[in-house]
């Protein structure tokens, strides 16, 4: 059974910073593409970071030179550090995952569509 399990959402000031957590307990035997998105109410949910196997790494513009993403493969765990967050950080963030295809596709337009694997999502509240 697939399962994605976020965590280390919460409520923060402006300029602080948060750490996101993924457990995953799914593995694929030719590659992975894994992924951070999130959703502020209203709007469409939007790749804000990805990483694949081979080791690349993308961001959205948004959020580039402030969140980095990373994997322990060890524990199976992906992390979103996010650093110098802004109001309209705020919304819900879900981690991702699917087979190995070009990382860029976690921030292209509906990137979403691509990922089959979903988290619950936690949310991320900052505060100005």
């Known amino acids: 059974q697939v399962q994605l399990v976020e965590s280390g959402g919460g409520s923060v000031q402006a300029g602080e910073s948060l750490t996101l957590s993924c457990e995953v307990s799914v593995h694929f035997d030719n590659g992975y593409c894994m992924g951070w998105f999130r959703q502020a109410p209203g709007k469409d949910r939007e790749g804000v970071a990805g990483?694949?196997?081979?080791?690349?790494?993308v961001y959205s513009d948004s959020v580039k030179g402030r969140f980095t993403i990373s994997n322990d493969g060890t524990k199976n765990i992906l992390y979103l550090q996010m650093n110098s967050l802004k109001p309209e950080d705020r919304a819900m963030f879900y981690c991702?995952?699917?087979?190995?295809?070009?990382?860029?596709?976690?921030?292209?337009?509906?990137?979403?569509?691509?990922?089959?694997?979903w988290g619950q999502g936690t949310q991320v509240t900052v505060s100005s």
């Open positions: 990483i694949a196997s081979n080791g690349m790494t």
């Open positions: 991702a995952i699917d087979g190995f295809r070009p990382v860029s596709m976690v921030v292209a337009l509906n990137g979403a569509n691509a990922f089959g694997y």
